[in-house]
């Protein structure tokens, strides 16, 4: 069956950086988009980044555009997240999701950014 599993989180300070990595099984993970979201504490969840199958192509929000990179290894089945200049506003628990079906997604990894 699908898994995803965040992995990376922890606590650091404005201007810090932090990679979360979700490996992925189960299914044929070369095949499908994956994204990144999050959700801050009290609001929805929200649409962090995309990355194409093959790696080619990724797609950011305004709110982290230029400070976050998405990427992915289609051998060792793993998707990252690089997020530098993190921002207070960055705080949230960050999920990887898998673009088939209803979508799929992992249990979510707690980003803090707090002086």
């Known amino acids: 069956q699908v898994q995803l599993v965040e992995s990376g989180g922890g606590l650091v300070q404005p201007g810090g950086s932090l990679r979360l990595s979700c490996a992925a099984s189960g299914f044929s993970f070369s095949t499908y988009a994956m994204s990144w979201y999050r959700q801050a504490p009290g609001k929805e969840r929200e649409w962090v980044a995309t990355?194409?199958?093959?790696?080619?192509?990724?797609n950011y929000a305004d709110s982290v555009q230029g400070r976050f990179a998405i990427s992915r290894d289609n051998v060792k089945n793993t998707l990252d997240l690089q997020m530098n200049s993190l921002k207070l506003e960055d705080t949230a628990v960050y999920y990887c999701?898998?673009?088939?079906?209803?979508?799929?997604w992992g249990q979510g990894t707690q980003v803090t950014v707090s002086s």
């Open positions: 990355i194409g199958n093959s790696g080619g192509r990724s």
């Open positions: 999701k898998l673009h088939s079906g209803g979508g799929y």
